[in-house]
């Protein structure tokens, strides 16, 4: 088997390839022809890592697939990348910044030692969070009308929603300060009517998280949310008692009427996607305490650790990596299902949604170049077992191969132990079946067995294969515990860098997100007879157009 012996630049500008791995071959056997020829491949294909387990051998590759791919990784220069990452180069060279959100989760000598002077300030910052939580559970911090305060509500977008959302559903066996926190991100008025309908604004606490202090839907949502809360306390101080804003724009948060005392710093060297390891993650704090976040904020290090120091052949994120890029540019998968079987984990798919397609949904480099290859694969999931009722029917029996991530605690965290068993055991199956499936000849034996009539058997054999040779990993944990969570957001974080590094993407801008952002602006700005209408057509569609006359006609004032 020939060794990549080129480099990517150098085979981008051969004829029209579609795929990085066009000089590999394809794999001799599937996943279910070696675990039935190679009895000791599940041990071969699994690897343990801060306290997490993952089994790949029912992915399609073999042994010398993977020594090939992590020798190509070499020749690309990863282990390089990788320092330069945690060192605090500006990696995201299309806005010159660093991309630090691992110092933040890092032991204090390593912060001081890649942050230099602004290590005070995170700790100064970690140290505020802290008396934040401390102060609302004794009751030190009232509103203002001096009442403890009973709920807590976030409001963001994007990085600045999702990794809250997914932090309060995952960890909420140990939420334990007795506050309810609700986060909202959603424009529509409808769900920011539905949040307040169940809040009262007298102990209602609100965090407002955006770095600029400009972004449209977090700020529409929280003029919303202020007007509220005055009207519903008649007290101008209610916001400077009661609000506080996580972004780098102090002016603008206390010309929004906070005390500059409740607003804490963002840093242009985290991420909004990467972000809940900061002070973005005051709400989830607030709900599970600072000893449990601080767990959160150790069990990711902890991986961040094996993922510096560990061979690629034993390293978790990198293996994730390197089997993802075969899949999807060796294999030419275009998906990937994320399948937590477990209710607490129910917003993951939906976070790695936007970590993962966010982050390398590109098609030009990072020094500009179009790209020959496909990057991010379209990320979609649901919990188990609903999704095996939904979509899953697709996945076993249509022409299209979906690689599968199944996530599952071996403990639950719920009284209702025979739950849990028979969860875990629709886990391990569904990855089976996808794999094992079941041929014409199979299901003919069985309906025969069944006692129908060849007749019978001709006519419904065929509507019960199923296709198999579905590539999947599990990745296990004891327990999804503080710990164990904060671990494995990391190992997706970690598993995504690699993946843009090897497709040359810089995983840490979205200016794709901004094109529309932009468009709104325009369209709001008509609506609203702020524009002549002529510079509009010239570059907005009839399409388009013609919507908003018909939201202008339907809302026209009598």
Avoid at 41 to 57: G, K, N, P, T
Avoid at 166 to 187: E, M, R
Avoid at 411 to 437: D, I, P, R
Wanted: proline share 3%.
């Amino acid at each position: 088997m020939e060794l990549f012996n080129k480099t990517i630049q150098q085979k981008a500008k051969l004829a029209k390839e579609r795929s990085i791995f066009s000089l590999f071959d394809l794999p001799a056997e599937s996943a279910i022809d070696s675990l039935r020829s190679m009895p000791n491949r599940a041990d071969d294909f699994s690897v343990s890592a801060a306290e997490l387990y993952l089994d790949y051998s029912k992915q399609n590759i073999t042994k010398a697939e993977i020594a090939q791919l992590i020798s190509w990784a070499n020749t690309q220069g990863l282990a390089q990348k990788m320092q330069s990452m945690f060192r605090g180069d500006k990696i995201n060279n299309t806005e010159q910044r660093a991309v630090l959100h691992t110092a933040l989760r890092a032991p204090e000598q390593v912060k001081k030692r890649v942050l230099g002077n602004e290590a005070k300030q995170v700790e100064a910052t970690e140290q505020r969070m802290a008396d934040i939580v401390d102060d609302i559970q004794k009751g030190k911090l009232l509103s203002a009308t001096g009442e403890k305060f009973t709920d807590v509500l976030a409001i963001g977008i994007g990085g600045s929603y999702y990794g809250i959302k997914v932090g309060l559903s995952a960890l909420q066996p140990y939420h334990c300060t007795g506050l309810k926190v609700h986060v909202i991100a959603n424009v529509d008025g409808g769900a920011v009517t539905e949040k307040l309908n169940t809040l009262n604004a007298a102990t209602t606490l609100v965090v407002i998280i955006s770095k600029t202090f400009t972004t449209q839907e977090t700020l529409l949502n929280a003029k919303a949310i202020k007007t509220w809360m005055l009207t519903q306390l008649a007290d101008d101080n209610a916001i400077a008692k009661q609000w506080f804003a996580i972004s780098s724009n102090v002016d603008k948060a206390q010309a929004f009427g906070l005390e500059p005392s409740h607003v804490l710093p963002m840093w242009d060297w985290v991420g909004g996607r990467f972000s809940v390891w900061s002070a973005v993650g005051l709400p989830l704090a607030l709900a599970i305490g600072t000893e449990h976040f601080n767990a959160f904020k150790a069990g990711a290090y902890q991986m961040d650790k094996h993922f510096q120091e560990s061979d690629f052949s034993e390293n978790m994120p990198v293996l994730m990596a390197l089997i993802g890029l075969w899949n999807r540019n060796g294999l030419d998968y275009a998906s990937l299902a994320v399948l937590p079987y477990d209710h607490a984990l129910r917003a993951l798919p939906g976070y790695l949604q936007q970590t993962d397609m966010e982050s390398n949904g590109k098609s030009v480099s990072s020094e500009g170049e179009k790209l020959s290859w496909k990057t991010a694969p379209i990320v979609f999931g649901q919990e188990g077992t609903n999704g095996q009722h939904a979509f899953m029917q697709l996945m076993h029996q249509s022409d299209e191969i979906i690689p599968t991530d199944f996530i599952v605690a071996l403990q639950g965290t719920s009284l209702l132990e025979e739950h849990h068993k028979v969860l875990v055991a629709n886990c391990f199956a569904q990855s089976e079946a996808l794999m094992q499936g079941k041929n014409i000849e199979q299901v003919k034996a069985e309906l025969l067995n069944n006692g129908l009539t060849e007749t019978e058997i001709t006519a419904l054999a065929p509507h019960k294969t199923m296709k198999g040779n579905t590539p999947s990993s599990t990745l296990l944990m004891q327990s999804l515990t503080p710990k164990c969570f904060g671990a494995m957001l990391a190992l997706y974080e970690h598993k995504i860098f690699v993946q843009g590094m090897l497709w040359q993407v810089n995983s840490y801008d979205q200016w794709g997100v901004e094109l529309g952002k932009q468009l709104s602006e325009q369209v709001l700005t008509y609506m609203e007879g702020e524009a002549y209408a002529d510079n509009i057509d010239k570059s907005m569609s009839s399409s388009s157009l013609k919507l908003i006359t018909l939201f202008l006609d339907q809302n026209k004032k009598t």
